[in-house]
């Protein structure tokens, strides 16, 4: 017998439909719709039906069904909810997990849907009770447990309740205190905050006092003192708790029994394996703290309905806690009930229907056959692409590394890596209020171990040291390998490409000890290239074997050998994939005559290069996916890794006390608080690792998915975007509860008013140029050419009245630069051959030499003068420029005048104020400049700019005022 939707109940009929929550009480046996105004009011006489739908990112729709029973509920009204609950689920497909909740000892999951709390209230429908509405209110003491959902109990308002564990509230009339044990954690205390801005709004409309009272500090606390007077004055505490929990059940090992026509039959085995369950029964696994109920796809609705009651029936006969009860059918087993068996084979993954259809439609196009329609083209899939969530516009710099050295590469080879090899990369990009940097190391296939631990420790100590830096925040740290690099290591690249072998002493070493063939890329040999990519700002070529059934009807290649450059279009690729093979080929092989070949009438001298014709593929290469995010907060002691998932996530989840991890399936963020223990700072890399190896979602996450060290404070946007983000909290001081406590009494506002960080506009750069205009190739068909950054109209305009336009590219450092004497933001590195003011450069010089100390800078603008800078008059970059080059020429002729060229000259190591062989003590300190040659001058004169242009932008606006005052 089959269960439909129009067999439900009237009131279930037609429910999850939609993502979101609905809630029936059970009133005689029948439910009945609760109202979303009433969501998370329960009574604890009443048994409820909780259902929660969600869209995957794939939009199918899953569903959790929940029963909760309040502790008044009478028996039967638990039977029945319980059949209501199998009968919605085989409505709904007979996918849904089922859960059985009880008061008091509900799932975290379920309390998560109603953060930060649920109290139920006296009374109720079905147990016969009247809703208890008081007239006036009532004084009431609850008690608060759990770091990451809060379980909240009223317990007796009596004195010898109060214990020096728990985190305790006392609901007053016009006082709401909340009372810390002095053994409790921050985060408990944290979260218990929650609850009393709940109790707040929820019972006295938001007007109301709040008092912390915490367990220990009497001394001169007027809130402690009244809060003692409630209760009779003050008296020291018991040392053990006087409330007693519910006593664990004690697990005698796990037991495994089918159910048969109601009853259940044990099952003997040694150990569970997947292979004990039949399709065709129902099951119940006990493992002491909770039931599971396992449900075959064969079974029918009575026999599931029989294993529902069967557990009740347990629940009931059984000397144990209030368990939970989980339900699962065969296929869609949770994660824990998986865990439970020492073998569970891998889910196999179903085809995408979408391979087939394309495999007919290329055949039919190489036939001639239109086939638009029958499959989707890559443009329409590129519309599927992350978004990076990254500024594209930063500055970058990328060393190969070689044994224990890092080797800087020159602008036009800092997207050219090789598989052998490992690189850092390190790229600065515009942030709220400074730069913000992203530290990475990419790690080839074909790389030796030696130089994978030689790139993450050189990339650690990176990061490490810019801690230190006045004007920098703490770095983000990646981890990437080659071929599961995430959309942001290509927007940041640009046009990446992957060449075979390798460059390292270290890789050449390894081929000739194990006698591997060198594959290294040879430009003047054969090499095969496949293109890919969604755009301008995310396109790759990588070098595969130059084979025939190498290539793909949904790519493009680039051939080159022989003399010869060929570019092959697959016939199911879009105008858009052809533009990107273009714009690789003026990178590998620019200025090169090519011959163009077309899916179905290849050349002889093509198949020739490949090794003849055969048979290859056209269907897309399937990429890993982003999966709907998990949160899991983590302990790490002695190499021992135990994670815990938080549900329906927020911000206010990530304590600053504790390491989360972020899993995305295609990237995983390893997320590390302020107030973390600085010992185990260092091992977050090897935390995200252990989470990597242990895969507790048992999603087979591969050991080279991509991993991001986040600090507090330095989220970058495509860690924020999982959730609805505040920056101002997470620039806030303190431990999680003082942040919280601070809020709360702040009227609900962060105490810090941080600006909201600056969303990247990709509009410029996500699409491909009008093709109504030629393009030409000569523009990148230097291989020496640094590409192009963009920079936005306002830096430009600066820029202008200091550069010599004509002199460099406007975006990039020119060619000419060595990256070995990079400054870490290079903003103007290019020789600058306009005349420059010599005053205007002692007056940089002077303001660059009082700059605060890493000690005094973030003290250094305070937010009362950021206020007014805000609100004080603008003036275009243009006008200040010019009016300070009009001011410093009229001073540059009358000092010129007044001194002309009879002060004595000096080496600038002289005139520093640190050196050891000072100038004499006649001259004038306040003005070294003036004492050194004009060749010295200039090339300090440039290094001024240079370091002018690495401030941040309130602080250069702060240095052009200062020299109108002079």
């Not at 004195?159 to 909340?178: A, C, G, M, P, Y």
């Not at 790519?555 to 690729?573: A, Q």
């Not at 909290?729 to 609900?748: E, R, V």
Request: aromatic share 10%; glycine share 6%.
């Amino acid at each position: 017998m089959t269960f439909s939707m129009r067999d439900l109940d009237e009131a279930l009929q037609g429910c999850g439909q939609k993502s979101g929550i609905e809630i029936w009480r059970i009133e005689n046996f029948k439910p009945v719709t609760v109202p979303k105004e009433s969501h998370g009011k329960f009574f604890t006489g009443d048994s409820y039906i909780v259902l929660k739908t969600a869209a995957s990112r794939s939009g199918s729709l899953h569903h959790d069904i929940h029963y909760w029973l309040g502790k008044d509920s009478s028996q039967d009204e638990a039977g029945a909810v319980a059949i209501m609950t199998v009968e919605l689920d085989s409505a709904l497909g007979g996918r849904a997990v089922q859960y059985r909740e009880v008061q008091g000892h509900e799932t975290e999951k379920f309390l998560s849907y109603f953060k930060p709390c649920i109290i139920p209230q006296e009374g109720g429908v079905a147990s016969g009770f009247n809703h208890v509405k008081p007239e006036k209110h009532q004084t009431r003491l609850y008690i608060c447990k759990g770091k990451h959902v809060v379980r909240v109990k009223e317990v007796p308002f009596a004195r010898s309740t109060l214990n020096h564990d728990d985190v305790f509230i006392l609901d007053t009339e016009s006082k709401i205190f909340q009372f810390s044990g002095s053994n409790s954690s921050i985060q408990e205390r944290a979260k218990a905050l929650e609850v009393v801005q709940y109790i707040k709004d929820t019972y006295h409309d938001g007007k109301c006092d709040i008092a912390a009272v915490e367990d220990g500090r009497l001394m001169a606390d007027t809130e402690a003192g009244e809060f003692w007077g409630l209760f009779g004055g003050f008296a020291p505490l018991p040392k053990k708790s006087a409330l007693r929990d519910h006593q664990t059940a004690e697990s005698d090992g796990l037991k495994l029994s089918s159910v048969e026509k109601g009853q259940t039959k044990p099952i003997e085995a040694e150990s569970l394996q997947k292979e004990l369950l039949d399709t065709n029964k129902c099951y119940i696994l006990d493992c002491g703290l909770e039931l599971f109920v396992w449900k075959g796809r064969q079974t029918s609705i009575d026999q599931r309905k029989s294993a529902s009651k069967a557990a009740e029936e347990l629940f009931r006969s059984s000397v144990r806690p209030k368990s939970n009860l989980v339900s699962v059918m065969e296929g869609f087993e949770t994660v824990m009930f998986r865990s439970k068996f020492d073998s569970w084979p891998a889910t196999s993954a179903v085809a995408e229907p979408q391979h087939g259809r394309g495999k007919v439609a290329a055949l039919l196009q190489r036939r001639g056959v239109n086939v638009q329609g029958l499959v989707k083209t890559s443009s329409s899939s590129s519309k599927d692409e992350p978004k990076p969530y990254i500024d594209g516009t930063g500055n970058l710099q990328v060393w190969r590394i070689n044994r224990e050295e890092k080797i800087p590469l020159e602008a036009a080879e800092q997207s050219k890596f090789y598989s052998g090899d490992c690189y850092i990369f390190q790229y600065s990009y515009p942030g709220e209020d400074r730069e913000e940097s992203l530290v990475g190391t990419w790690l080839g296939k074909q790389s030796v171990e030696e130089e994978r631990a030689s790139a993450i420790s050189m990339a650690s100590k990176m990061v490490e040291s810019m801690k230190f830096m006045p004007a920098q925040s703490s770095s983000l740290q990646a981890r990437i390998y080659e071929g599961k690099e995430p959309i942001q290591f290509f927007v940041i690249m640009q046009s990446f490409i992957t060449f075979k072998g390798g460059l390292s002493d270290a890789f050449k070493k390894y081929i000739v000890e194990n006698e591997v063939p060198d594959s290294t890329y040879d430009a003047e040999g054969v090499a095969l290239f496949r293109v890919q990519g969604s755009g301008p700002e995310n396109m790759q070529a990588i070098q595969i074997e130059a084979v025939s059934t190498g290539l793909n009807s949904y790519y493009c290649y680039i051939l080159h050998g022989d003399s010869t450059v060929f570019t092959w279009r697959g016939n199911l690729t879009s105008s858009d994939d052809q533009e990107l093979m273009e714009r690789m080929l003026d990178l590998i092989k620019p200025n090169e005559n090519t011959k163009a070949q077309k899916e179905g009438s290849e050349s002889e001298q093509f198949w020739k290069l490949l090794g003849g014709k055969s048979e290859y593929p056209s269907q897309k290469i399937k990429k890993d996916g982003e999966s709907d995010p998990h949160l899991f907060s983590c302990t790490f002691s002695n190499e021992n890794l135990k994670v815990t998932e938080i549900f329906n996530f927020t911000q206010d989840d990530l304590m600053t006390e504790d390491i989360f991890i972020l899993d995305c399936h295609t990237e995983i963020f390893v997320w590390v608080g302020q107030q973390v223990d600085p010992k185990k700072k260092p091992k977050s890399l090897a935390i995200g690792e252990k989470f990597l190896k242990h895969d507790f979602l048992l999603e087979n996450l591969a050991s080279e998915t991509p991993i991001y060290i986040v600090t507090e404070g330095n989220e970058p946007p495509f860690f924020t975007r999982f959730f609805t983000w505040d920056s101002s909290k997470s620039a806030m001081h303190g431990n999680s509860f003082q942040k919280k406590l601070a809020i709360l009494t702040n009227k609900g506002k962060p105490l810090v008013d941080k600006p909201k960080r600056r969303v990247p506009v990709y509009s410029s750069r996500s699409s491909f140029p009008d093709k109504s205009q030629p393009r030409s190739r000569s523009m990148t068909s230097t291989p020496d050419r640094a590409r192009v950054r963009g920079r936005s109209p306002a830096f430009n305009a600066l820029a202008a009245n200091f550069e010599n336009i004509g002199t460099r590219n406007q975006s990039t450092p020119p060619p000419m630069v060595s990256p070995l004497v990079r400054k870490l933001y290079p903003k103007s590195l290019a020789p600058d051959l306009t005349p420059r003011s010599a005053a205007f450069a002692a007056r940089t010089a002077l303001f660059e030499k009082s700059r605060p100390t890493p000690q005094e800078t973030p003290s250094s603008l305070g937010p009362a003068e950021a206020t007014n800078e805000a609100e004080a008059p603008k003036t275009t970059e243009d006008e200040s420029m010019s009016s300070i080059r009009e001011d410093s020429k009229e001073e540059e002729e009358e000092e010129a005048e007044e001194e002309g060229s009879s002060l004595p000259t000096f080496p600038y190591e002289r005139l520093k104020t640190d050196s050891e062989d000072p100038p004499p003590s006649d001259i004038d300190l306040r003005r070294r400049e003036a004492y050194m040659s004009s060749a010295e001058f200039k090339e300090k004169l440039e290094m001024t700019k240079s370091e002018f242009y690495k401030l941040p932008k309130w602080k250069q606006n702060k240095l052009k005022m200062a020299v109108h005052l002079f």
